[in-house]
């Protein structure tokens, strides 16, 4: 089992800036991917980013040259810097891990809200 915790949300006017930091903690060992997924009001989740172990990344257009995700392997924390925030960024964003078998695991979901 993999025990994540999501932290760093809140609210920011637009062109603003947050971090969002995702511990993990149990079987950690077993991480592969690590990402960030978010669902907008009345819309279906969506991929953010994601970092492979070999710290390959892949983001989703809409956020490109905006976002920026790490590791820190030592600390066991992905991190999701945004930046020139966009009221179409508010969403719960969610934290996710998949394990060598493929299996998923997520946080709790910490809201960002942008105002315009």
């Known amino acids: 089992q993999v025990q994540l915790v999501e932290s760093g949300g809140g609210f920011v006017q637009a062109g603003g800036s947050l971090r969002l930091s995702c511990a993990a903690s149990?079987?950690?060992?077993?991480?592969?991917?690590m990402g960030w997924y978010r669902r907008a009001p009345g819309k279906q989740r969506e991929l953010v980013a994601i970092?492979?172990?070999?710290?390959?990344?892949n983001y989703a257009d809409s956020v490109k040259g905006r976002f920026t995700i790490s590791r820190d392997n030592a600390k066991n924390t992905v991190y999701l810097q945004m930046n020139s925030l966009e009221p179409e960024d508010t969403a719960v964003y969610y934290c996710n891990a998949e394990n060598r078998y493929s299996v998923h695991y997520w946080g709790q979901g910490i809201q960002v809200t942008v105002s315009s």
């Open positions: 149990g079987s950690i060992f077993s991480i592969g991917a």
């Open positions: 970092i492979i172990n070999g710290g390959s990344t």
